[in-house]
């Protein structure tokens, strides 16, 4: 009995234990996740401006209280009187599409790299690349990682774009998927995205908002969530909750141990109201792949074409408003109505009869207003090439061209143009994007061919 006392007691000991480490994590990662929200407050107002006027169509941005968790909607009540800045948009991200990762080219290869961990034995790593096996060992990887980011990523990767031009900043999770679909490639919203850098001005952390009922949360979560929760969902379970999902390296592990929570990269779900961990597993690599463009040196977040005009954006369409007021009001202008002279209210309606006195020396008449309609239309003109510039429109159309030499030419400008953004989004999102997939495959097994034996004699 006494034995079995004592180690009830080291049980009770060691859950008491797992649950402080639990809190303190749990009180560790929101502090972070509070700090990432802080550095991109600035921004959101911002976005929201932009989304109003260039992705009107799109979720709105929010807000979550920190003490409650509860959401707050930014606001979205803006009238649009122009389509300039939503078809430029389109326009954009389609060439932008185009030019990264067009689903029609193989758009990435492989290479070999020397890593300090990893020693080549008794081969250069020029030799290696020279290697007929090696070389055809690297283009067939190629060619099958491509074919499977291809399959699933052509249809988000164009949303993708838009919001990268519209916010500068947009993401996908790439997570592995245990049926045939092997990979599963979903986007993240900016709005449900906060970043930390790293060092080098890299990707370091990535939270995310996630926005669940009770019903859902008890269905993903389980016993993970606070009991106050679960005895919650049986009354209100569409109630809405907020829950972040951190991602970060993971300081201290055992790579021996081949389980979710000793892998190099920590994943950890918090409930947000309750402050409480309710899960923690992790992934072999980066599940984000986050895509950021004209971001200077320091900065989290970028500053985007769409944002640089955005002013302008809103100026065209009070300028088309003011048109359309002045239209109305030539078509159907104000009218001076003598007091008595009509019989009743006077109509404006198409075939109406007005009754008047038949000695009435005054009858109703247009009032004359002045206005330049041509100076209205000029400046609506300025305007709309103006966000068409900011946008790159004039240069990514290719109208009027004398011969396909010119119209090549105009295209590798549109490229170099664009090259600027290349460099983080290879590095932040296209690069991790390959890696990862590549990863899932090899893990899979029986997808991609094996390494010739020079490579595994070399490594």
Known sequence: LEKQIAKKGQQDSKFIAEQLERTEKARQIVRRFEEAKKKREQYVEIWQD???????????????????????????????????????LVKAAS????????????????????????????????????????????TDVSK??????????????????????????????????????????????????????????GIGEVYRTVILTNEQAVSQFGDGLDP???????????????????????????????????????SYWIDYQSRKLVFESGYEEFPYAVGRINTPAGYVYGFSPAMNVRHTIKSLNKLNKQKLNAGDLALTPSMNVPIDTYVTPLSMKPAALNYHEADAQHLAEPMHTIGNFQINIETIKDARDQVRQ???????????????????????????????WQGNLERDALRPLAIRVFNILQRRGGILPEPPEILQEAF
Not at 50 to 56: D, F, G, I, Q
Not at 59 to 77: C, M, Q, W
Not at 105 to 133: C, G, M, V
Not at 398 to 413: F, P, R, S, V
Request: glycine share 2%; net charge negative; with cysteine.
């Open 50 to 88: 932009v989304a109003n006027y260039v992705l009107p169509y799109r979720g709105g941005f929010y807000d979550v209280a920190p003490n409650t968790g509860a959401i707050s909607i930014y606001d979205r009540n803006v009238e649009i009187y122009d389509d300039t800045a939503t078809n430029a």
């Open 95 to 138: 060439a932008l599409y185009s030019y990264t990762a067009n689903p029609a080219t193989q758009w990435f290869d492989f290479t070999l790299a020397a890593a300090p961990s990893r020693k080549t034995k008794n081969y250069r790593l020029d030799e290696l690349l020279n290697n007929f096996d090696v070389k055809n060992y690297l």
């Open 144 to 201: 099958i990682t491509c074919s499977y980011i291809n399959e699933h990523i052509s249809s988000p990767f164009h949303a993708f774009c838009q919001e990268l031009i519209a916010f500068s900043t947009s993401a996908f999770l790439i997570l592995e998927d245990f049926t045939d679909k092997v990979i599963n490639i979903q986007p993240v919203s900016a709005r449900d995205l906060y970043i930390l850098n790293d060092m080098y001005g």
């Open 228 to 266: 106050s929760v679960i005895e919650d969902s049986k009354e209100n379970p569409l109630k809405e909750r907020v829950f972040i999902h951190a991602v970060m390296s993971r300081g201290v592990y055992d790579p021996k141990k081949k389980d979710a929570k000793n892998m190099p990269i920590a």
């Open 390 to 420: 900011g946008m790159l429109i004039d240069l990514i159309e290719q109208n009027d061209k004398d011969n396909t030499y010119q119209a090549m030419q105009e295209q590798l400008l549109q490229l170099k143009l664009m090259s600027p």
